[in-house]
């Protein structure tokens, strides 16, 4: 890795940090003055993120890093804990998804959206946890979704289970962390103009879930990455556990053509 970074300036590890949500909470991080790795198994795009932010002042890099891989996982934070010797932020925002009525969802799908969207984050967040632990200080945030909250939609059996077994992972994360220093929380978008949205979310799908959001419009992903940068920053140190939507009042609103 061959980087330094000074006593004062935190490791920020965003997954999933090369595109859409985590790369837009990467360039958040890195325009605050922190060190940010992008995680991502896309090297590609990952190198391509970093460039862009250290082009415009940040420092940043690339690394290589499959969520959905035990052994990945431990060798990437390994190399962090050896090269840099601290983490003090964890965005965990990789999160795959695909949809699939009910009755025939796949098995190989679901457990692989599982073992990407809640193993991948408990993995991540112990490995980062125990490099947060001699500092006594840390912030994990893991991006889940209203979909876990709250049904969204048909064909979702997958990635709505994994977001509300991320949620209660955050809770179960906060109450052990705490006594160190740690917190944890979770971010719940609503429906957000993503690459994932793009495919997943066809015309007729985009045009009904917008009519359910009080301020009728998709979420961008710098409203998102705002909401992270409250929960790591100092200002929250006294914000663990909780669950924060950003839905533009999706979750709030019932029926709205009453």
């Given at each position: 890795?061959?980087?330094?970074?000074?006593?004062?300036?935190?490791?920020?590890?965003?997954?999933?940090?090369?595109?859409?949500?985590?790369?837009?909470?990467?360039?958040?991080?890195?325009?605050?003055?922190?060190?940010?790795?992008?995680?991502?198994?896309?090297?590609?795009?990952?190198?391509?993120?970093?460039?862009?932010?250290?082009?415009?002042?940040?420092?940043?890099?690339?690394?290589?890093?499959?969520?959905?891989?035990?052994?990945?996982?431990?060798?990437?934070?390994?190399?962090?804990?050896?090269?840099?010797?601290?983490?003090?932020?964890?965005?965990?925002?990789?999160?795959?998804?695909?949809?699939?009525?009910?009755?025939?969802?796949?098995?190989?799908?679901?457990?692989?959206?599982?073992?990407?969207?809640?193993?991948?984050?408990?993995?991540?967040?112990?490995?980062?946890?125990?490099?947060?632990?001699?500092?006594?200080?840390?912030?994990?945030?893991?991006?889940?979704?209203?979909?876990?909250?709250?049904?969204?939609?048909?064909?979702?059996?997958?990635?709505?289970?994994?977001?509300?077994?991320?949620?209660?992972?955050?809770?179960?994360?906060?109450?052990?962390?705490a006594e160190h220093g740690i917190t944890a929380n979770?971010?719940?978008?609503?429906?957000?103009?993503?690459?994932?949205?793009?495919?997943?979310?066809?015309?007729?799908?985009?045009?009904?879930?917008?009519?359910?959001?009080?301020?009728?419009?998709?979420?961008?992903?710098?409203?998102?990455?705002?909401?992270?940068?409250?929960?790591?920053?100092e200002a929250a140190a006294y914000t663990s556990g909780?669950?924060?939507?950003?839905?533009?009042?999706?979750?709030?609103?019932?029926?709205?053509?009453?």
């Amino acid at each position: 890795m061959n980087q330094k970074t000074s006593p004062q300036q935190r490791v920020a590890v965003v997954t999933g940090g090369a595109m859409g949500i985590g790369a837009e909470v990467c360039a958040h991080l890195a325009a605050a003055g922190h060190f940010v790795l992008v995680a991502d198994q896309n090297r590609q795009e990952a190198n391509a993120t970093a460039q862009r932010l250290s082009g415009l002042g940040g420092k940043a890099m690339a690394v290589s890093l499959d969520v959905g891989s035990s052994e990945s996982i431990a060798q990437t934070f390994s190399m962090i804990g050896n090269d840099l010797g601290r983490c003090d932020i964890l965005v965990n925002c990789a999160g795959i998804a695909k949809v699939f009525p009910f009755v025939d969802f796949p098995l190989d799908n679901f457990v692989a959206t599982m073992n990407v969207n809640v193993t991948g984050t408990l993995l991540c967040s112990q490995a980062a946890a125990r490099l947060m632990l001699p500092k006594q200080w840390g912030r994990i945030v893991n991006i889940a979704s209203v979909a876990g909250m709250r049904a969204v939609g048909s064909g979702r059996t997958a990635y709505g289970t994994s977001k509300a077994a991320v949620i209660a992972l955050t809770r179960q994360m906060a109450v052990e962390l705490a006594e160190h220093g740690i917190t944890a929380n979770a971010v719940a978008p609503g429906p957000v103009d993503t690459p994932m949205t793009r495919t997943l979310h066809n015309d007729r799908f985009r045009e009904e879930y917008t009519k359910a959001i009080p301020m009728n419009r998709y979420g961008a992903t710098a409203e998102i990455a705002a909401a992270v940068m409250y929960l790591v920053s100092e200002a929250a140190a006294y914000t663990s556990g909780v669950v924060l939507p950003v839905d533009g009042g999706f979750l709030a609103s019932g029926a709205r053509s009453l």
